[in-house]
């Protein structure tokens, strides 16, 4: 029994080490396509890769306001702030205020529909469909790639904006 144990251990640890391994690797290639984006639009490369400061080129690079960055990262910065509060206090949501799970769940979901914007903005200025964003949205990992080393151009003048943003 105890070989068994130790052979399952092992065999854990190297599941567990490949996993990483291929989460490192990928970590590695969506950095490489964001960079490739950034200078394909004409900005930094590294700009698109710092956390909160990203947020708000790529809000330059489709032409929309710095706001939707603060909407973004409200609700995130939020969520964390809650999630690390459960976690030192050893409390659940359920023993937070209600005015302070309702705002927390509005700048969620507020954030989740601008985060939708902000990539439907980004297939369009590389002259993709509302389809493409679909993609982008739900397997990043394969339409980042795509836009990255395929023939997608940034095309931002070529946008058509109404009172909701891209059309």
């Known amino acids: 029994m105890n070989e068994l144990t130790t052979l ?5 640890v190297a ?22 984006l950034g200078t394909k639009a004409g900005y930094p490369g590294w700009a698109l890769l710092v ?3 990203g947020v ?20 995130t910065t939020l969520q964390t702030i809650l999630s690390l509060y459960e976690l030192m206090t050893g409390t ?7 005015w302070l799970s ?20 980004f ?6 469909s509302g389809w493409f964003t679909v993609g982008l949205v739900l397997l990043p990992v394969v ?7 395929g023939n997608a151009r940034y095309q931002p003048d070529e946008m058509v904006y109404n009172s909701f943003g891209p059309a």
């Open 8 to 12: 399952a251990t092992a065999a854990g």
């Open 15 to 36: 599941v567990v080490a490949c996993l990483l391994g291929l989460a490192l690797l990928l970590s590695i290639f969506m950095a490489v396509s964001y960079w490739i």
């Open 51 to 53: 956390p909160f400061y």
């Open 56 to 75: 708000f080129v790529h809000l330059r690079m489709i032409k929309r306001p710095a706001l939707w960055g603060w909407v973004v990262l409200s609700g």
């Open 92 to 98: 659940v949501q359920a023993d937070q205020p209600l």
């Open 102 to 121: 309702a705002i927390s769940t509005l700048l969620s979901i507020a954030s989740f529909i601008y985060s939708v914007r902000m990539m439907h903005g």
């Open 123 to 128: 297939s369009r200025v590389f002259g993709k």
């Open 143 to 149: 339409f980042v790639p795509i836009l990255a080393f």
